[in-house]
């Protein structure tokens, strides 16, 4: 009886063990299935060979088979925890990372501290702390920064805390299913007016066909939708040349959609920004941005300020602050791109910073960063440059960050809605792309979105027409930019507190000229101005709405020679044609007054071209005071505001050239 007793004690001892404690990967705790033992061991060591080398879904793989023979091993629970934490499933951690520390409480404090994660994750900050502090207590043999990693997290999770208590008023949408799927999209980039979108995904059916093995998922295509009666196409992979039989990511987008920062593996391991450029219908091959964007290191994300004039991009060259940091370049007079400069340690930390984004008011940087102040991992900040720097970049907010990265942050330029990528529990696969609706008007920016249609006015026709804006107010050229030779369609945001001058040029065609002046407190609008340009004939004419002159004066302002060299221009490139320039005036004041004065205007006009060397015999000078009104007195009269009336008055005071010989 004694032996049985002991016998059974015996049996009891191992059942306990194998069901409530730590049971090991040894011959002694498997006798009745050597095989299977031998097989676990094995992919343990394989997928501890994956594990080390961060290949953490082939880890995944072969830790989830030995599971299966064992599923009461604490470190094996442990890594499969943290293999689950280094991919899109997280929320998948937290159950083995607690079954890991119920079997053992002594495991390394580096689990512990990846068990704390796990709840950091899901947003249970006081358990997350206290496993933190847990983690600490213990050490660890292989996490020599764990001390200092636990109390950066207890520092993140106390100031997720207080973000959670005070949430910013947004509504925050998962995009349906037109774009997100069950697989993976990511770094949406969107034009200005929120018609067009573009976007990461790894989805079956990409170019190439491709299985990228180290995460166990397919390669990066981008894919586009554009919106229709205000819901998003069905998502289209937009195929060749933009994207490859390798990885192709979107990174940035002009505003008129024009543009297209990709991100390519160069194949040595080291990815570059490479830009395409859609013509009419069709994207041209992607190329590569030249040094100083494009370096020996890894450049991830890159976007335009408004006028195209600068990059702003991210790299993690080594003479940055951190580890990834935002720098810009910005284009010189010979059309090069200048050096590239790092924004400082008001926006760079010694830590990533990523996902750069310059709204259209070409002062806003929203970007992802791991080094302010987050609720965990990344989240997404912004700063505005106003006095020649930046200020302190603030974070956006609960609910649109979290405590898991929340990253590529881009904005309309309304300031109404904003997307981005987040891995939320309630989406339709792994990372999701957002919509978020501002409700309160944090975001409304100064500025204008004027956009529309250029074209032939005879025709109707679509026409890919230069259009180039000056800042009357400095004398200078802003930017260039180009209509869609498809579809005849313009966008440009012009900035508040500036009075414009914007000239429409194609070949063949007079030019088309015309003014707004946008006070500092102006509120954003949109401003939709069609264009109809008028092929060179004999007769034709065009009004310059940006020539001024000083007040009851026939002297010409500094502003009026961009408009003219317009002109010069014209005549250059037409050497037999003849214009006369005329000068109109308002019908207040004696006709005498108006003659003299319109004529004395004409002649200011042409006498700046007869300067910068164009014969007299291609010029008339032409005054007609009021004799051809374009809005007459008895309208006037109707309009119902004196603002109104000033406003006809203004359009009856105007410069003109008319084409005499062609």
Known sequence: MRLFYIILFSLFFYLNCFSQGNVAFEKSNFKSNPTGLKAAIISIKEGDFKYNTHLYNEALEKYLSANQFNPSNAELNAKIGDCYLHTSE??????????????????????????????HINEEFDEAIKLYRTAKSKGSNFDRDLSANCDHK??????????????????????????????????????????????????????????DMALGDYYEDIYYSKKENGEWSEAENIGSPVNSEFHDATVGLSLDGQKLFIYRDNKKGIGNILMAEKKGKKWKDPEELPEPI???????????????????????????????????????????????????????????????????????????????????????FKSTYEKGKWSTPENIGYPINTADDDVCFVLTASGEYGYYTSAKLDGKGKRDIYRVSFIDELNKPKLTLLKGVITDKKTG???????????????????????????GKYMISLPAGRDYGISVKAQGYLFYSDNFNIPDTAAFQVIEKNVALEKLEK???????????????????????????????LLDHNPNMKIEIS????????????????????????????????????????????????????????????????????????????????
């Not at 069950?182 to 573009?198: K, R």
């Not at 309208?635 to 003109?656: M, P, S």
Request: hydrophobic share 30%.
């Open 90 to 119: 997280k929320s998948k951690a937290i159950d083995y990372f607690k079954k890991a520390y119920e079997l053992d409480k002594n495991i390394d404090g580096y689990y512990i501290y990846s068990y704390a994660k796990s709840y």
């Open 154 to 211: 207890i520092k993140e999770c106390t100031f997720a805390k207080k973000l959670v208590t005070t949430p910013v008023n947004v509504k925050i949408e998962n995009l349906n299913t037109a774009i997100n799927t069950e697989n993976e999209e990511y770094v949406p980039v969107i034009t200005a007016d929120e018609s067009e979108i573009y976007f990461t995904s790894r989805r079956k059916g990409n170019t190439g066909g491709n299985m």
């Open 294 to 380: 494009n370096s020996k290191n890894q450049e991830t994300s890159a976007c335009f300020s408004p006028d195209g004039n600068t990059i702003y991009f991210v790299s993690n060259r080594p003479d940055g602050i951190g580890g990834k940091d935002i720098y810009k370049s910005t284009k010189n007079k010979d059309g090069k791109w200048g050096e590239a400069e790092n924004l400082g340690r008001t926006i760079n930390t010694i830590d990533d910073e990523d996902a750069v984004f310059l709204h259209a008011d070409g002062k806003t940087l929203y970007f992802s960063s791991k080094g302010h102040k987050t609720m965990g991992g990344y989240d997404i």
């Open 461 to 487: 026709e679509p026409l890919v027409a230069s259009i180039e804006i000056y800042d009357n107010n400095e004398d200078k050229q802003v930017g260039t930019f180009e209509s869609n030779s498809a579809s």
């Open 539 to 569: 007769g034709k004419k065009v009004v310059l709405k940006n020539i001024f002159y000083d007040y009851n004066k026939a002297s010409l302002r500094p502003s009026s020679f961009n408009e003219l060299n317009k002109v010069i221009e």
């Open 583 to 662: 000068a109109h005036t308002d019908s207040r004041g004696s006709d005498a007054y108006n003659d003299k004065l319109s004529q004395a205007r004409a002649q200011s006009c042409v006498d700046y071209l007869v300067q910068k060397n164009i014969p007299t015999s291609r010029l008339i000078a032409k005054g007609y005071g009021e004799k051809q009104l374009m809005i007459t007195d008895d309208l006037i009269e109707k309009l119902a505001t004196e603002a109104e009336k000033e406003e006809a008055h203004q359009q009856n005071r105007r410069t003109e050239f008319k084409i005499i010989e062609y």
